[in-house]
């Protein structure tokens, strides 16, 4: 999808161009001459020679050339129509401001569906409708109707609320951040927003990008998509909706069909996309992120006036899991030489309240010497010493020797205004409160972890499994009008995709029962087969500890009586036999299917209490990498237990990666699988052995 | 304590008073008058006779009248012989701004010792040294020596840290939060922070009170004496040196023992404190806290202008635990009226991009009228119909008919200014930003149920219990010059607190142990008894499931013989005869004393992963209500089984209760009680018992 044009036009058509103040006719003309756009204009108004000073034509095709992009602001129930003038005369790239569709339920569903068709017949570009139009501050071009323009910079915004996107121009305005491009998405009806997102990786004047989406479109490969792009610059999204509440008001604000948060969640972080969790959040990163290189490691050195403002500082670093880089007694005898006694040479490096800028620099220039110092965080209290300006020239001429994140807390409001903006001009993000520069510093640090992962995939390559058997059973059990397996098929599910497992077989006789017993060897367990009989223990329907083929033989009648008093209504299916294992640590494998992303993975602790334990942690399968399942394994608790516990031997751990790997396997290739459970897995010194595998179909 | 005149004097001398303009002997003087002190000012000063116009005297003891501040700014090492002079001029309340003490160490060290001994000899009220000053907005009475006054409102802000002071003097400029008092704590020397926040709770021009702490002076009674003023108003509290690298620089910048997080967040929680976990949050309580009233329930209603905006919020009300108000259809049909059709008249309303302020007028009329709503969130953003202004009036002339919070959520940043500042500065918050609204809210609501709480202790009044048998029982082990007490004696201990234990004797000898197990009852169990044999089972020193007098003889001299064979050079106590007890739920009670607050107990999931499972609830022992061992207990996941997981009877929790409180007053009873481990008791359908219990002495 080439969509340069739609942001760097020659020529620009608006239709529904206005003389009318005030109108988004005439907003959106009004802004693209006040804020440069050098190209040529075309309004588009049926009733006007002239749009504000500019000739205008009656119709699209009366424009005597091919116009690049398209800016539509008419009422819903034209918009249509001029869709189809537009294809007709060649229109590759548009934006529909007008509201009307989707959004407004009823016959706006239908319009919004005929315009789908429309743009896809077409071949056009769309964004919209219901937007509230993009902006460009490099080309220039502002085809919004927004009542100022954003300060130009190197952060896109992608928006799914258009008010949101003016609330964000507006408070942009103090801020410090600045945009190369606003796009305002509106109802989505045309470019996914992943196009949009694939285009903005390769876009040179974006260094970042952040979203405010309320839902994702499917894509078939999203988690591939966006480990690609994640990888060229960082895509910093507030994914809304996010609780069960919030997904009805998105749904009922957009038409968006919510996936779960937990899969959202697990899609991003395998993806390698940032999650912001709020909307300051959002532009606090977009902030950092946007001005500061990313650091090279987890080491931090911090210089304040203020005690105080360290202590908070260290604080947050602790919980954020960075480091405090220790100077060594060298550079802390220079330090002494521009520290006065009282002030501290030890990280956070204490300047005193009374430290000029002078004192600032001087520091600067010796901890900057320190080549393993990976990030810079300087606070200033506004003392009646503090010299915020001239601090931050010494701030700036510092930044231009070293290559690495250089973070400045300004802790104060109006005292900083002057050094806030020409520390943010120049490439240095700041912040009022030492825990956000902290937390900004976190997710770059995370980020610059991301850029070196190996998305090395594990779960396609696998060769040694039985696929048709497999269709075979499930066929088997739809034609029966069974969802569910038994134990039996589930177990010869799992042998067929090389997941260990104890043998259990269906017998349908006594004797039969006595001889899978005798070839399993001994003892067995023998329980009621029937997708029908719930709790098998209380009703007598399960028999442990079977030593012998007599014993089976009997027990299989006892065990059909059992049921047949308890359930007269149920014919069983027989009686499975499995294989009493020794017991091992319990673990557990699982899939719920999410309607976006597909299966997800759980690992965790297993036994009767998971649900209680909630150990547990997810994956999607979908693009599963190796070190994923490493360290979905190592983020649980029993992984401590499998590591060999206070002594014990270690857990054949092995044997768990591959279950975790062959249930992902399986219910890729299976999409009708719509729930499955592998619990308990038990784990030997060597080997393991899945006790209960539960499978449902669709 | 009677901290009036600290800071409603009718006359302070400022000693160190200068003409030189930049001296903080200046700056104070200066901000005295220009901040309109209406009372007298005598300024001393050894050299001058007038003082910025206003008639200086050379020393206290020259003042014609007995003053009732003094503020002193000279340098450190002519404080101590000044403050004499105060004394024996009968100044009450002195506030001392030099530097140069405990926080420089060595000498400093030296001369804040000598400086606490003065003051108490002199009962003056001491601020200080090292402070920025005190400034109290309704006197008023700026006697620091920042270099601006902040807004004039009802928060009272306590800092230890005079930089942070500074910098939210400066922030609050454009904030909207108002303070009634300013405190500099600094090195704390005289006044406690405890009899400041008690007067503070007392003070009528205080209606919140938000500190910035690195550490909190000891107090026999610290959550009884919290409880009572966090009943009051509410106390926010930023307690810095949480983690453990930040303890450090706590240490070093102030030389405060800082005590462990985990004990301040319990004690915080148990004394109704709220605790702010960064800088913003501090403020942004602080902002809310003092000017909207307390919500009286949980259900909010929120108006927008913005889809996305309330999409945000309701994903941020869930993740509080906050409830979207349910209209009912009459309200629903009223509102219509009012809101265009593509507008939501569902929680969350959104009257749409276009909504004049008369809308949101009319919108908020219908809202009120619904009694169950108990507080509204109010969202603009920046639309070009937006008009916040006016907007902002309606909403004060709203509020002027109900009681209830009123929270606005101004999206923005310039063009909010002004609505911004009508709304603080008539009793309503504003915020930037959704979720911090919102978080505001859930922290009043949290509040409201505080003021609700029943403190009704439950650990002093236990009467059955033997203090004398657990003395001598511990004056025992400490002339047998141990630390660690027996299972036998601790099984004795806990006897007689009335803790229910397995019983477990010492036996002496083979005949002894037969004797005892049959008293016991068999089966029993037989362990080695020694402090010093770690790993008993390891070397064959415990032997289960002995059933008869024989075998129990016969036992004693087998495990005697291995632990010689094991351990040639101890000599053990003898061998211990435990009852074995049928297995129950699994629970565990501890203790660990911390330095500040004491005995904390811990409560959880008992059994050999409990540090792997940390399924754990701390409670402080001191002031222990039985509403709060309710809340321990069912704050953790063990409860669920407790209560009855998946159809199994539920266990007896009132022994669990019992256990924690009587664990609880031994610990309070002895503090010579170091460590103490009850894992597992085992809880049954009627009664429990502990079949381990570990008690370590100092």
New interface residues.
């Given amino acids: 999808m080439n969509l340069e044009k739609m942001f760097k036009p020659d020529s620009v058509a608006v239709i529904g161009a206005s003389n009318q103040k005030?109108k988004v006719g005439y907003?959106v003309i009004d802004n693209m001459v006040s804020d440069g756009y050098k190209g040529t204009i075309y309004p588009i108004n049926p009733k006007s020679d002239e749009i504000q000073g500019i000739k205008a034509y009656k119709s699209i095709k009366d424009v005597p050339e091919k116009v690049d992009l398209v800016v539509m602001s008419i009422p819903a129930a034209f918009v249509n129509e001029t869709v189809k003038e537009c294809g007709e005369s060649g229109v590759e790239n548009m934006v529909i401001i007008s509201?009307?569709f989707k959004?407004?339920g009823g016959k706006g569903i239908e319009l919004e569906e005929e315009l789908k068709s429309l743009v896809e017949e077409y071949e056009i570009n769309l964004i919209g409708p219901n937007s509230l139009g993009t902006s460009d501050s490099h080309t220039p071009l502002n085809s919004s109707?927004a009542?100022c323009m954003a300060p130009e910079g190197n952060v896109a915004f992608l928006?799914?609320?258009?008010?949101?996107m003016?609330?964000?121009?507006?408070?942009?305005?103090?801020?410090g951040i600045g945009f190369s491009k606003l796009i305002s998405l509106g109802n989505k009806a045309g470019v996914p927003e992943i196009e949009l997102m694939k285009y903005l990786a390769d876009d040179p004047e974006t260094s970042v990008v952040i979203a405010?989406l309320?839902s994702i479109a499917d894509d078939e490969d999203f988690i591939r998509s966006m480990r690609k792009i994640s990888m060229k610059k960082p895509f910093i999204i507030?994914k809304?909706?996010?609780?069960?509440?919030?997904a009805?008001?998105?749904s009922?604000?957009?038409g968006a069909l919510a996936g779960s948060d937990l899969a959202f969640d697990t899609a991003f972080d395998q993806s390698g996309l940032i999650r912001a969790?709020?909307?300051?959040e959002l532009f606090d990163l977009g902030l950092g992120f946007s001005k500061a290189p990313l650091p090279k490691g987890d080491k931090v050195a911090i210089i304040t006036?203020?005690?105080?403002?360290?202590?908070?500082t260290?604080?947050?670093?602790?919980?954020a899991g960075l480091e405090?880089f220790q100077f060594d007694n060298d550079t802390k005898k220079r330090l002494r030489d521009c520290i006065p006694?009282?002030g501290?040479v030890?990280n956070?490096i204490?300047v005193l309240?009374d430290a000029p800028a002078k004192r600032y620099e001087e520091t600067l220039d010796i901890v900057l010497e320190n080549d393993d110092v990976d990030s810079l965080v300087i606070m200033i209290?506004?003392?009646?010493s503090a010299q915020p300006e001239e601090t931050a020239e010494a701030i700036l001429d510092a930044k231009k020797r070293v290559d690495k994140p250089i973070i400045v807390v300004n802790?104060?409001?109006?005292?900083?205004e002057s050094a806030n903006k020409v520390l943010n001009e120049n490439g240095v993000p700041t912040y009022?409160?030492?825990?956000?520069a902290i937390h900004v510093l976190k997710e770059m640090t995370d980020y610059s972890k991301i850029l070196e992962r190996n998305y090395e995939e594990c779960v396609d390559n696998i060769s040694d499994i039985d696929k048709n058997k497999v269709s075979e059973i499930f066929k088997k059990v739809k034609d029966s009008g069974r969802c569910a397996l038994l134990g039996s098929e589930a177990y010869a599910v799992a042998e067929a995709y090389g997941i260990s497992a104890a043998p259990i077989k269906l017998a349908e006789s006594p004797e039969e029962a006595g001889k899978l017993a005798e070839e399993m060897e001994f003892p067995v367990v023998l329980k009621i087969a029937s997708d029908k009989i719930l709790h098998k223990s209380d009703i007598g329907g399960v028999k442990v500890g079977i030593e012998t083929k007599e014993e089976a033989e009997k027990t299989f009648n006892e065990i059909i009586e059992n049921a047949k008093k308890a359930h007269p209504d149920i014919t069983p299916d027989g009686v499975e036999v499995q294989k009493m294992m020794p017991s091992g640590k319990e673990v557990l494998v699982g899939m719920i299917r999410d309607k976006q992303f597909g299966p997800m993975i759980a690992f965790g602790m297993g036994g009767?209490?998971v649900n209680?334990?909630?150990?547990v942690s997810f994956k999607l399968a979908k693009g599963l990498t190796c070190d994923e399942i490493d360290q979905q394994i190592s983020s649980t608790?029993v992984a401590?237990?499998l590591e060999g516990?206070?002594g014990e031997a270690p857990s054949d751990i092995n044997e768990v990666k591959e279950a975790i790997k062959r249930v992902a396997k399986l219910t890729l290739d299976f999409p009708e699988i719509s729930e499955l459970d592998v619990n308990p897995i038990f784990v030997y010194e060597e080997g393991s052995s899945a006790l209960d595998v539960k499978i449902t179909l669709d």
């Fill in positions: 005030g907003l509201a009307g959004e407004v109707f009542q928006s799914q609320s258009g008010a949101m003016v609330a964000v121009i507006d408070w942009s305005l103090t801020s405010y309320e507030l809304s909706g996010s609780s069960s509440a919030g009805e008001a998105a009922s604000h957009t969790e709020t909307m300051r006036n203020a005690g105080g403002g360290g202590v908070v260290v604080d947050a670093m602790e919980k405090l006694d009282e501290s030890n956070p204490d309240g209290c506004p003392t009646a802790m104060g409001g109006p005292t900083f009022v409160f030492p825990e956000t009767i209490y209680l334990i909630e150990d608790k401590t237990l516990y206070r």
